[in-house]
């Protein structure tokens, strides 16, 4: 199929929902399968979400009619999905799991315990004649209700000609309960060593691997909780400008080149730039830094940032899948679909791992048959049965995605992104270590550093005063200026005229006297003179604190600086690092 007769459809990278996969051998084999769509140019498929990424010019039904011919199930996966919907699904499914892993588990338990403390009838008994059949069909019961779901995996699998996981369960528990009611039926026939059942071999086998498969679920949804964060940051709705009018929109309708209003305590829905207004903006998610960005007209805004003080329009620049945080969160989930050195290595393992132990099973069958002892038919079975059941759990295939998995979602939790899996693996090896500092080595929130008081001024003076006429302020800085006064007991004056000016600072009457507190452009424009404290001013920025000036009536009075403080365990973790002997 060429480019042009594709539908319009088609994209140059599609998510694809998968479901049905139970190990490394399913994840082969939908690779292969959608591989194999015409105008595909690469496919990656992530076992630990159930997803495939997939990119090329390829028509999205052709993809999933694909996946549905290689025995599973798929669908298209468009925007973002809700993140409280995804929870809901995996809880959903991790309850089933657990249900069906309790009832086999109890059931499996009680048998083996009566087995033990010599509770139950011999199956050749007067009373086991009635008793070994009613337990046959209990446990059928428990087979179907806790396993079908591997049963129907291993005849979609043999469908298709191959071979996984659910193969290996469904011939392990089903092999044990046919030998079981072979062994209820023959009895009398049957050498002694081999007049045993197994019927609580095989629900305890599903009791574990269902018990395994749902922490593994729980564990996925813990580690995906960094995705659904990121996606968590972007609002559901917009308010757009359309013909002079605001109305409150789905974010998937908007379009590029409108015009969106965001008012205080909003978050910002797409990428844009700002036409009119005045705000600052927490842009920590994207950048860590703490301290709130001013915006005025002509300033870039980003997707999921949250606005604070003030009002403003702006310009639709970029929308959907283009957005900054669309690309975050599509680099977290590509980190989690790239497969390192080590997990394809895994994966060619893995996908020749269930025929060679289904093969290795049947030699071990044949060996014990023909070559073993009395009872051979009884030692034949338990071998080759034992062969299939110690290899269910197929932990190379699954143990390597998940881990990556777990490693980036952990990562991307502390604000880490890893791009790749070779990243990952490569880290291992790492000798030297640069750090940032901020919301690195320091906490990511401003807190009161300096208090300079000036001429016949004390330092708790100007304290009190800035916290006095920050009270009136909503100015990111005002919430760390005011916790250093709570802290210091001081009380604030009452404060009148109160006057904020745009991106310099704040003017107010107190006790008579007029006092500006604000950048040096506010002094500047005032006609206060700080020039003599410039030396001060520099080795406070310097030092990476945001100094604040305060004059009274004109006059120079005090300086405040805020810095961004050292984690407590910033020195602990760099000497840990340092005694790995890494270069910090």
Same mark, same amino acid.
């Given at each position: %199929? ?34 194999? $769509? &015409? ?37 298209? %996966? ?41 509770? !139950? ?13 009613? *337990? ?28 996984? %996981? ?11 309960? !046919? ?47 960094? *995705?659904? +964060? ?9 308010? /757009? ?32 730039? /700002? ?56 680099? $977290? ?6 497969? &390192? ?33 009395? &009872? ?19 932990? !190379? ?7 990556? %998995? ?88 009452? *404060? ?12 107010? *009457? ?15 424009? +005032?006609?206060? +003179? ?8 520099? +080795? ?45």
């Amino acid at each position: %199929m060429s480019t042009e007769e594709i539908s319009d459809t088609a994209t140059a990278e599609l998510r694809l929902s998968i479901l049905g996969m139970s190990c490394a051998g399913c994840v082969n084999a939908v690779e292969s399968a959608l591989a194999s $769509v &015409p105008g595909v140019t690469s496919v990656r498929v992530n076992f630990a979400d159930h997803s495939a990424m997939v990119k090329g010019y390829a028509d999205p039904e052709l993809l999933t009619q694909a996946v549905k011919e290689a025995g599973y199930e798929a669908a298209v %996966m468009e925007g973002f999905e809700d993140p409280e919907e995804q929870e809901e699904l995996e809880l959903q499914r991790y309850r089933k799991l657990r249900r069906k892993a309790l009832v086999a588990g109890i059931f499996g338990a009680s048998l083996m315990a009566g087995e033990h403390l010599n509770w !139950l009838p011999e199956i050749g008994s007067e009373t086991g004649l009635w008793f070994w059949p009613e *337990i046959a069909l209990i446990t059928l019961s428990i087979l179907i209700y806790s396993g079908w779901h591997f049963y129907s995996g291993a005849v979609k699998a043999l469908g298709h000609g191959q071979a996984n %996981m659910d193969t290996l369960i469904a011939l392990g528990t089903g092999s044990a309960w !046919l030998y079981s009611c072979v062994v209820i039926d023959y009895y009398d026939t049957l050498p002694s060593l081999a007049k045993h059942a197994y019927f609580e071999a095989a629900v305890i086998i599903l009791a574990f691997i269902n018990l395994g498969t749902a922490l593994e679920t729980l564990a996925r949804g813990k580690t995906s909780s960094a *995705i659904r +964060k990121l996606i968590g940051l972007q609002p559901r709705t917009a308010r /757009v400008v359309r013909n002079g009018e605001e109305m409150d929109i789905p974010i998937t309708e908007v379009g590029l080149g409108e015009t969106l209003r965001v008012r205080p305590g909003e978050k910002i829905p797409v990428d844009g730039v /700002v036409l009119e207004g005045h705000s600052t903006i927490d842009e920590s998610m994207l950048t860590g830094e703490p301290m709130p960005i001013e915006k005025t007209a002509g300033s870039d805004v980003v997707a999921g940032t949250m606005n604070q003080i003030g009002s403003f329009l702006f310009k639709a620049i970029r929308i959907g899948r283009d957005t900054a945080l669309a690309q975050i969160i599509k680099s $977290v989930r590509q980190a989690q679909n790239s497969k &390192p050195e080590i997990s394809r290595l895994a994966d060619k393992v893995a996908g020749i791992f269930v025929p060679a132990v289904v093969a290795v099973s049947i030699l071990t069958f044949l060996i014990w048959y023909v070559w073993g002892p009395d &009872p051979y038919l009884g030692y034949a079975f338990v071998t080759s049965m034992t062969v299939l059941v110690i290899a269910c759990p197929c932990a !190379l295939g699954l143990a390597t995605p998940i881990s990556v %998995m777990v490693a980036v979602g952990r990562a991307a939790q502390s604000g880490i992104l890893i791009r790749n899996g070779n990243a990952l693996q490569a880290a291992g090896k790492l000798n030297c270590l640069v750090l940032d500092k901020t919301g690195t080595v320091t906490e990511g929130k401003p807190v009161v550093s300096t208090v300079e008081a000036l001429g016949n001024y004390s330092r708790e003076t100007i304290l009190q005063l800035a916290a006095s006429i920050e009270s009136g302020s909503e100015h990111p800085l005002a919430a760390s200026i005011l916790a250093a006064a709570d802290h210091k007991q001081l009380k604030l004056e009452k *404060i009148s005229q109160f006057e904020a000016i745009a991106g310099r600072g704040v003017i107010a *009457i107190i006790n008579g006297k007029r006092v500006f507190f604000g950048n040096k452009a506010l002094m500047d424009q +005032k006609g206060v +003179k700080f020039t003599r404290y410039n030396n001060k001013l520099e +080795k406070l920025s310097a030092s990476g604190q945001t100094p604040v000036l305060l004059a009274i009536d004109n006059e120079a009075a005090g300086i405040i600086a805020v810095s961004d403080p050292i984690k407590k365990d910033s020195a602990t973790a760099v000497q840990l690092m340092k005694s790995q002997n890494m270069r910090i």
